[in-house]
């Protein structure tokens, strides 16, 4: 599976973005998705994860997926600062749940999240 990410830029903090991730290939329902997200300097941390069969973790941003459109989606409210990185989005066929990289089989190349004070 080939992984788009997409949606990122710039917003002032408190705003609001929503960054898409659309998977080429077959049986997209059957993947479970994640979010990362690396700032300079840091290390890869999870965001979110949604299973396969839908299940997704709860936070301060929340994930979603659309089967029909084979896309997972990650709505960021409230924006802080320091949630500004670079976010990939990530596959793993019948994961249900996937908080480290090695979980992830696939990613997406990435989309700067910038958050200006």
């Known amino acids: 599976v080939q992984l788009q990410a997409s949606g990122g830029g710039l917003v002032q903090a408190g705003g609001s973005l929503r960054l898409s991730c659309a998977a080429s290939?077959?049986?997209?329902?059957?993947?479970?998705m994640g979010w990362f997200r690396q700032a300079p300097g840091k290390e890869r941390e999870f965001v979110a994860c949604?299973?396969w069969t839908g299940v997704s973790t709860t936070g301060r941003f929340t994930i979603s997926r659309d089967n029909a459109k084979n896309t997972v989606y990650l709505q960021m409210n409230s924006l802080k600062p320091e949630d500004t990185a670079v976010y990939y989005c990530?596959?793993?066929?019948?994961?249900?749940?996937?908080?480290?990289?090695?979980?992830?089989?696939?990613w997406g190349q990435g989309t700067l999240v910038t958050v200006s004070s």
């Open positions: 990530a596959a793993r066929q019948w994961s249900r749940s996937g908080r480290t990289p090695g979980e992830y089989d696939y």
């Open positions: 290939g077959r049986a997209f329902s059957t993947y479970g």
């Open positions: 949604i299973s």
